[in-house]
């Protein structure tokens, strides 16, 4: 693999659970245990309820495009040679949003409301970025 | 109820190339030290500092220009909204005795020195949502202010049907009002809507001419109580109320339930309750434009209209000097300068105390500032003359 050069998560705390979990195939979100809310990013404990415990859910990896945007001038050195490139909000069946992007699907294309599933991009060994795919109706 | 007042304005130039020829500190030093002027003061008797969040210390702004007599040092994290909120830290500050004279400076070299739309993905701990951003969102390509941000402005135009040309309308006012402003680094550099259009696509809705410049540049005001500014040589504009507020979560953009909602909209409504206004009492509004939405969207949360009534609100000449509510008679973070939301209040001042010539907006009696700031953090500032 080559040197990869875009910014990469840090794998601390929950954040290296939860790209440890993507690692694997995986989309999990934390999941409270006592009030069953969902939440993304993660947190310590849950805001809807207060309750301190929660697990990492399996997520269905189905949802839609709630918004996006498209970059057409890129704006950190990284990225320079990937525009135009849409970076897209997809809120989960599960009800929490979480930022990525959807492959396979032009800047044009691109619209609220399309029908998206997780897959896995291995940038490095280490990292497997959840992005989208689109699902043919 | 015990009032606070502005009493002292300065700012440095603003431009871009060749850069301020000062440092970062400089720049906001050299403001400083004309508003501390104006205001007929000695720095010995700046009792107390608000630097601006990340851009200086109140050590070392005391060190520089002689404050030896510190007593009230804060700083209020909201990144472009921390001046206006910082107007209500500053007024109790003074009302309570904390402080006798508070300076709130801001300034940077946002052109020569690290670009704005670099900061926080140089330095992720500049934010609150920092480290979010570093691991959720940096990863995709989601890096700086613009993108942050378009994705609200496209789901207003989702929601509501917003338009380009809408967006294009504030770009145009601000540009308009900069040709009354030699300050402004757009002052001789008229805009079309034909030019705003054609512009590029930065983070798609918004374009070039949707996005405030990158410049160098410091503005400061001075405050203390009424009472210890009838003693000063300038004519006072009062602080009748200011107030702040953040999103919920404010660490993370996507996540909201309702993504119109900003700290403004808490904020908003405790401001003009406490001063017992309506926004229709505004006579003009400076309103914290990073981008062209972003001014449609505090005029709809501070509730100059309904949500979703921003972009016609906008058009028809309405926000123009002459119009219904005169919006950033400067230019603006659009088309004057970006010193951090500073120069707006400074502009609002000069506003109420009068006699700005063309860009006078006639008969000012109550002047509107917001701040806009990180995730979405939200300050408003009622001030008369």
Same mark, same amino acid.
């Given at each position: 693999?080559? #040197?990869? #050069? ?5 794998? #601390? ?94 800047? #044009? ?29 | ?42 720095? /010995? ?25 510190? %007593? ?39 052109? /020569?020195?690290?670009?704005?739309? !670099?900061?926080?993905? !140089? ?31 496209? %789901? ?6 917003? %338009? /380009? ?13 900069? !040709? ?75 996540? %909201? ?22 926004? /229709? ?24 209209? !309904? ?79």
């Amino acid at each position: 693999m080559s #040197e990869y #050069e875009k910014p990469l998560p840090v794998l #601390e705390g929950f954040s290296a659970d939860f790209y440890g979990f993507c690692k694997q195939g995986e989309l999990r979100f934390q999941r409270c245990s006592e009030c069953q809310a969902w939440r993304h990013v993660p947190r310590e404990l849950c805001a809807e309820c207060g309750s301190w415990d929660w697990e990492w859910a399996l997520s269905s990896g189905k949802g839609e495009v709630f918004t996006f945007t498209v970059v057409g001038r890129a704006l950190h050195p990284a990225f320079a040679e990937d525009g135009p490139y849409a970076v897209t909000v997809v809120q989960m069946d599960e009800g929490v949003r979480v930022l990525s992007k959807v492959q396979g699907v032009s800047p #044009e294309e691109l619209a609220i409301g399309m029908r998206v599933e997780v897959g896995f991009e291995a940038v490095t060994d280490a990292i497997h970025l959840p992005i989208f795919n689109r699902v043919s109706a | 109820m015990k009032e606070a007042c502005i009493v002292g304005i300065g700012e440095t130039d603003y431009c871009r190339k060749p850069g301020s020829g000062l440092s970062q500190l400089g720049v906001q030093l050299q403001a400083s030290a004309r508003a501390i002027g104006e205001a007929g003061l000695k720095a /010995s008797e700046i009792d107390g500092i608000m630097p601006f969040p990340n851009l200086g210390r109140a050590e070392e702004i005391a060190a520089n220009l002689g404050c030896e007599n510190l %007593r009230y040092a804060a700083t209020i994290h909201m990144g472009g909204a921390a001046p206006a909120a910082s107007l209500q830290s500053a007024a109790a500050a003074v009302n309570s005795g904390m402080a006798n004279y508070v300076l709130l400076p801001a300034g940077w070299n946002g052109y /020569s020195g690290a670009r704005v739309r !670099q900061t926080v993905s !140089q330095d992720v701990s500049s934010i609150p949502g920092g480290a979010i951003a570093r691991d959720y969102y940096l990863p995709f390509g989601f890096t700086a202010p613009p993108q942050w941000y378009s994705v609200m402005a496209r %789901r207003h135009m989702h929601e509501f049907g917003t %338009r /380009s040309e809408q967006l294009g309308a504030i770009a145009l006012t601000m540009r308009k009002h900069a !040709q009354l402003n030699p300050k402004a680094v757009m002052h001789g550099k008229p805009m079309t809507m034909d030019d705003y259009l054609a512009s590029p696509m930065l983070a798609d809705p918004y374009r070039f001419f949707d996005c405030c410049l990158e410049t160098d540049g410091g503005a400061a005001v001075v405050v203390t109580s009424a009472e210890r500014a009838r003693d000063l040589p300038t004519r006072p504009v009062r602080i009748l109320a200011a107030a702040c507020g953040q999103p919920y979560p404010a660490d993370e953009i996507t996540n %909201r339930r309702d993504i119109f909602k900003t700290g403004l909209t808490i904020a908003a409504p405790e401001a003009f309750g406490k001063a017992g206004l309506t926004p /229709s009492d505004a006579d003009f509004a400076m309103i914290y434009d990073c981008f062209t939405f972003e001014v449609l969207q505090q005029l709809e949360e501070a509730g100059f209209c !309904q949500r979703g009534e921003g972009g016609s609100f906008v058009e028809g000449g309405r926000i123009e000097l002459g119009g219904e509510l005169p919006v950033n008679t400067h230019g603006g973070l659009l088309s004057e300068a970006h010193v951090l939301g500073m120069s707006h209040i400074v502009e609002a001042v000069r506003q109420l105390r009068g006699g700005l010539g063309e860009r006078q907006v006639k008969d000012a009696q109550v002047g509107v500032v917001t701040g806009w700031g990180d995730f979405g953090d939200g300050s408003i500032a009622l001030l008369a003359r």
